[in-house]
């Protein structure tokens, strides 16, 4: 990120935050309806300093993580496929536009009935949101690709695993980068949800306790905002990559 574009990010959060202040000031809104900034802040560094955050921070970005990777990868695969083959195109499209069309607070409670509570199911429903936003902008990219590079390519007699790397890949990459910052964000939605559903440990289940056992609206926002937060941080990782491999500004 370059200076001005560093000062531009600072300079928007700071008129969010001076915002939600306003609104708590005018509104004169009590702390358990919507708790000002700075005793938001002051949450949040008390439960880091306590230790309450970190482990459950730690659980959610080990799911989204595995959830991304698994769901990414698959869906490269797939996306090729829908692609180059009329065959898996007919056959699988209906199955995968009703599965995004299935709510996916629907699905977590099943998937942690029949996984259990623990990492799998988050992971998996992690794989799953994050599989159709890659697939369809890897099968976008593809079927993007020059007809005449893909031509010329075959008239030099390139074996299909070069046209892969060296022609369909590079001419993709932007779409399917584009799939994956959709994906990256969608994932710790995923995994929150999953958290909701059933677990032992992650910001969703802080999120749960905030708000119910201990009825601590301002750590119920500490968590929100670093949930926010891992999502702009994830964000922001796949751009960088999505720079240095094809040089989108």
């Not at 993709?172 to 980068?177: D, F, G, H």
Request: overall charge positive; proline content about 6%.
């Amino acid at each position: 990120m370059t200076r001005v574009g560093a000062l531009t990010a600072l300079a928007a959060f700071a008129v969010a935050v001076v915002a939600w202040k306003a609104i708590v000031v005018v509104g004169g809104l009590p702390p358990f309806i919507l708790p000002p900034p700075e005793m938001v802040g002051a949450r949040l560094a008390e439960a880091v300093a306590e230790g309450t955050i970190t482990p459950h921070l730690r659980a959610t970005i080990v799911e989204v993580l595995l959830g991304f990777a698994a769901g990414a990868l698959v869906a490269l695969v797939i996306g090729y496929g829908l692609a180059r083959s009329a065959l898996v195109e007919r056959v699988l499209s209906p199955y995968l536009v009703a599965a995004q069309a299935t709510p996916i607070l629907a699905l977590a409670p099943l998937f942690a009935i029949w996984f259990g509570p623990g990492l799998e199911s988050k992971v998996l429903i992690c794989a799953l949101i994050v599989f159709f936003p890659v697939a369809i902008s890897t099968m976008v990219g593809v079927r993007s690709v020059d007809a005449g590079l893909l031509e010329l390519g075959r008239s030099l007699r390139a074996t299909r695993f070069q046209v892969l790397t060296t022609l369909e890949i590079p001419a993709a990459l932007p779409n399917i980068l584009g799939g994956m910052r959709v994906g990256v964000t969608l994932a710790v939605v995923g995994a929150i949800v999953g958290e909701w559903a059933g677990a032992r440990e992650g910001l969703g289940v802080l999120v749960n306790l905030a708000r119910g056992s201990l009825f601590d609206i301002p750590l119920m926002f500490a968590t929100l905002v670093t949930i926010a937060a891992l999502g702009i941080v994830l964000y922001a990782l796949v751009v960088l990559v999505e720079r240095r491999l094809v040089g989108v500004r």
